[in-house]
């Protein structure tokens, strides 16, 4: 099992940016696929962006070009930049250790590992 602690989330105007971080309690590095996930109210956990062991990202869609997810040997990030009203909720940080071609489309049901999430709020 591996504890996650997320951070950085926090209220921003369209259009601006925010870094979440995801301390987790082990080496997560070169032994686990990491991704985030979001979930707004009354909406299922959907995919975000993740990061297998051998550091190749995968990004969902709505996503693509605007967000970055990076990791060092015990700490996930996700770089957001442009958001959008459509980007708030709650954003979750998840490990699991999937092989890299499980990785990039394992959905949230899959992963055992979780943190306690960090609310992201895009509003004028």
């Known amino acids: 099992q591996v504890q996650l602690v997320e951070s950085g989330g926090g209220s921003v105007q369209p259009g601006g940016s925010l870094r979440l971080s995801c301390a987790a309690s082990a080496d997560t590095y070169s032994n686990y696929c990491m991704a985030w996930f979001r979930q707004a109210p009354g909406k299922e956990r959907e995919g975000v962006a993740s990061?297998?062991?051998?550091?190749s990202e995968n990004y969902a869609d709505s996503v693509k070009g605007r967000f970055t997810v990076a990791k060092d040997k015990n700490t996930l990030w996700l770089q957001m930049s442009s958001l959008k009203p459509e980007d708030t909720g709650m954003y979750y940080c998840?490990?699991?250790?999937?092989?890299?071609?499980?990785?990039?489309?394992?959905?949230?049901?899959?992963?055992?590992?979780w943190g306690q999430g960090t609310q992201v709020t895009v509003s004028s």
């Open positions: 998840a490990a699991e250790a999937f092989d890299p071609a499980t990785c990039g489309h394992a959905s949230a049901y899959e992963y055992s590992n």
């Open positions: 990061i297998d062991i051998s550091g």
